[in-house]
């Protein structure tokens, strides 16, 4: 299927028809995967429409191929981007990538302050997750909310989370934090300005005999002291062999001159 015939939205109540054809999907793509989801009912994917926490994929014509939808955990500190599921006919079309991608810049819109979380099984996610800044993490940097961790009881795996004290289980927790992300982009900035910086005290002006303006680009040794001492002493002890070597052969000042200017410019 060509991406060109698929529109990726926002859901609103008008979607609410595909909320059975969602939640259906949504369980058995679970049970294909032999791994577990928290289940969710048509009337909870209903009710994300209304608030307009949910983002969905169909074709020009209407075909449903994909969903996801917000929840916010302690009062907005933590947000999950959940139930990510496209339609068998339309995976490996790339609209997974779209989806996750809206409904994440959904989320920066709703609560810019917040950490983004994730919980995945998927390979695939866990690329396009990585994709989007999140990062790998323990479960003790996740919600504390107890009606989040309710939520697993209906995957499959909620056993071996319970056994591990909820600290592991099968799925890899994923965070964004915006807080570091903008320490990020900082660094970057101030690494770039630096750099632009270095680069202009790089170039000197001068003017030529026709009264031109000509740019001199000039060498810096910084970060390659050792390289640079090493040509130094090399240097010197080839002049210096030359210089006897000159004494003993009666060569005339000039000459010397004119060998010392080959090594200096």
């Not at 059975?20 to 989801?37: D, L, V």
Request: charged share 30%.
């Amino acid at each position: 299927m060509e991406k060109h015939n698929l529109i990726v939205r926002l859901a609103t109540a008008g979607d609410k028809h595909y909320a059975e054809t969602i939640t259906t999907e949504m369980e058995e793509s679970a049970k294909a995967r032999g791994t577990g989801i928290a289940k969710r009912s048509p009337a909870y994917i209903e009710k994300k429409m209304d608030e307009g926490k949910a983002v969905i994929a169909v074709t020009t014509d209407g075909t449903w191929v994909g969903f996801c939808y917000i929840e916010a955990w302690e009062h907005g500190k933590y947000v999950a981007n959940s139930g990510l599921i496209v339609a068998p006919a339309f995976r490996k079309t790339g609209v997974a990538t779209d989806i996750k991608k809206r409904i994440f810049k959904l989320s920066r819109e709703m609560y810019p302050t917040s950490k983004i979380f994730g919980l995945t099984t998927g390979l695939a996610v866990m690329k396009i997750n990585s994709d989007l800044g999140y990062e790998p993490v323990t479960y003790s940097e996740l919600t504390s909310d107890e009606e989040f961790w309710k939520g697993c009881k209906s995957c499959v795996n909620y056993e071996i989370l319970m056994s591990k004290g909820r600290k592991n289980c099968m799925c890899t927790a994923m965070l964004f934090d915006p807080a570091e992300a903008e320490e990020k982009v900082k660094a970057a900035e101030a690494a770039r300005a630096a750099k632009e910086a270095e680069e202009k005290k790089d170039v000197s002006t001068t003017i030529s005999s026709e009264g031109e303006l000509v740019h001199h680009r000039h060498r810096h040794f910084k970060g390659n002291l050792t390289l640079f001492d090493r040509w130094v002493r090399f240097k010197q002890f080839v002049l210096l062999k030359a210089k006897r070597k000159d004494d003993d052969n009666g060569d005339t000042p000039d000459k010397k001159r004119s060998l010392l200017s080959i090594f200096f410019w």
